[in-house]
């Protein structure tokens, strides 16, 4: 079935408005939505480093409060006995309130004094904190974490080896802080995103330290993806890239996990801590979603009006070359004199105009061949109009009665066939 003109510049038109329609939207989209995707994951990197360098500088003053104490004239002094240390620090531990407990160890590793007056005079087992201090003559900072059954709590350690006046390590001082005070400094340094954001931190080995979400996970669970992630961090840290994210598609839904490298803050040099914070996708990206949904809004109803405009615009062109198509039709069926009247100032005006001036030409050039055929018909001798090849062209009543012909046995025949073979030879010589 053959697909009308009207039909084709409809579709036409319409292709072309569907396709800019929807490019203007892609590029709307693009510019504005990507970008503040963008700006959103951007946001995230920067959330996951300020939250990593929060920890890092809690863990920096603790150092610095370590070294405080172990610097203390009193704790630092051969001459103090047990008690004079516990009462200094005692007083400590009600100035940096963050602590559990603190502890003074001889180079034993024999428990001196303590604040909550536990295990003094045992020996301590030999720990992270004490090859640190002992064993390399370096200030422990939370690179000892582990879970302490007396006190029920995940347990960051902290250690600095005291020094008498000429410089001689005799004793180490501890103090014991509480892994859930970094819950605190967690999710101030989070704010809005803590909300619908689960929050890991890990070791360089992949051990849960801390989690807002999985707390019988602390010291105890290995992270599932961490090989993949120490893949990847290597990549970026080769790169010197602390902070990146990355898309990951679950059973249930979409989620962004954000990275950020622990490094540390002035002298502190850090344990190769690792933050991670995963969002789901649609939660992170919700601004994005509803510009998105926006556009789509503001970009369907111009769609739709424009379609009217087209189908307006198409029919406003199409009506009169359909005028032009049915009135050269009657032309043809030789309803000469037809005049359209359509009012247009472009080319189909100008169409319209030749049209009009063709019709009454013809009914002119009509009328006069209709009289000269009249007249023809009429006259009383014989007439017969060939061509110069010979071919009967018209033929009058009079022509008729003389040869005993009808019209249809001599149109478009050969004028011999009514000539004579001496009429033949004369006609030859008459027409050359």
Same mark, same amino acid.
């Given at each position: 079935m053959p697909i009308s003109f009207k039909l084709k510049l409809? &579709?036409? +038109?319409?292709?072309?408005? &569907?396709?800019?329609?929807?490019?203007?939207?892609?590029?709307?989209?693009?510019?504005?939505v990507k970008t503040l995707e963008r700006q959103i994951t951007k946001?995230?990197?920067?959330? =996951?480093?300020?939250?990593?360098?929060?920890?890092?500088?809690?863990l920096y003053e603790r150092s610095l409060d370590i070294r405080l104490i172990a610097n203390d004239p009193i704790i630092s002094s051969r001459s103090s006995t047990s008690k004079i240390i516990t009462e200094r620090l005692i007083e400590y531990r009600n100035l940096f309130k963050i602590y559990i407990s603190l502890s003074f160890f001889d180079v034993n590793l024999i428990r001196m004094a303590d604040?909550?007056? +536990?295990?003094?005079?045992?020996?301590?087992?030999?720990?992270?904190?004490?090859?640190?201090?002992?064993?390399?003559?370096?200030?422990?900072?939370a690179s000892d974490i582990r879970f302490v059954e007396e006190l029920n709590a995940a347990i960051i350690y902290f250690a600095s080896p005291v020094k008498d006046k000429n410089g001689n390590v005799f004793g180490v001082v501890?103090?014991?802080?509480?892994?859930?005070?970094?819950?605190?400094?967690v999710s101030k340094a989070v704010g809005i995103h803590g909300e619908d954001t689960e929050i890991d931190l890990i070791n360089r080995g992949g051990l849960l330290l801390?989690?807002?979400?999985?707390?019988?996970?602390?010291?105890?669970?290995?992270?599932?993806?961490?090989?993949?992630?120490?893949?990847?961090?290597?990549?970026? +840290?080769?790169?010197?890239?602390?902070?990146?994210?990355?898309?990951?598609?679950?059973?249930?839904?979409?989620?962004?996990?954000?990275?950020?490298?622990e490094e540390?803050?002035?002298?502190?040099?850090?344990?190769?801590?690792?933050?991670?914070?995963?969002?789901?996708?649609?939660?992170?990206?919700?601004? =994005?979603?509803?510009?998105?949904?926006?556009?789509?809004?503001?970009?369907?109803?111009?769609?739709?009006?424009?379609i009217f405009i087209v189908l307006f615009f198409a029919n406003s062109v199409v009506k009169p070359i359909i005028k032009l198509r049915?009135?050269?039709?009657?032309?043809?069926?030789?309803?000469?004199?037809?005049?359209?009247?359509?009012?247009?100032?472009?080319?189909?005006?100008?169409?319209?105009?030749?049209?009009?001036?063709?019709?009454?030409? &013809?009914?002119?050039?009509?009328?006069?061949?209709?009289?000269?055929?009249?007249?023809?018909?009429? +006259?009383?001798?014989?007439?017969?109009?060939?061509? &110069?090849?010979?071919?009967?062209?018209?033929?009058n009543r009079a022509a008729l009665k003389l040869l005993e012909y009808k019209e249809e046995e001599l149109i478009g025949k050969h004028i011999n066939m009514i000539f004579t073979a001496e009429e033949k030879i004369f006609k030859e010589l008459d027409l050359d």
């Open positions: 409809t &579709l036409l +038109m319409l292709g072309i408005t &569907l396709a800019l329609g929807i490019s203007i939207s892609y590029i709307v989209y693009i510019s504005n946001g995230l990197e920067d959330t =996951a480093l300020k939250t990593m360098d929060a920890i890092d500088m809690v604040t909550s007056m +536990m295990h003094l005079g045992r020996k301590n087992k030999t720990s992270q904190w004490s090859e640190d201090v002992l064993g390399n003559g370096v200030v422990s900072s501890v103090a014991l802080m509480p892994i859930g005070k970094l819950y605190d400094v801390y989690s807002n979400y999985n707390r019988k996970g602390i010291l105890k669970e290995r992270l599932a993806m961490w090989e993949d992630i120490k893949k990847n961090m290597m990549n970026k +840290m080769v790169r010197n890239i602390r902070g990146y994210f990355d898309i990951h598609k679950g059973i249930k839904e979409e989620n962004i996990y954000v990275f950020a490298n540390g803050y002035q002298d502190f040099k850090g344990n190769g801590w690792t933050l991670i914070m995963r969002i789901p996708t649609a939660k992170a990206f919700a601004p =994005a979603i509803e510009l998105r949904d926006r556009v789509i809004a503001v970009s369907l109803p111009i769609i739709i009006f424009s049915d009135a050269a039709a009657e032309v043809g069926r030789g309803n000469l004199g037809i005049e359209l009247k359509i009012k247009s100032r472009d080319e189909i005006g100008e169409l319209t105009d030749s049209f009009n001036k063709m019709s009454k030409s &013809l009914q002119e050039t009509t009328v006069s061949r209709d009289y000269v055929d009249n007249i023809v018909r009429s +006259m009383a001798e014989a007439l017969i109009v060939a061509s &110069l090849d010979g071919v009967i062209k018209t033929v």
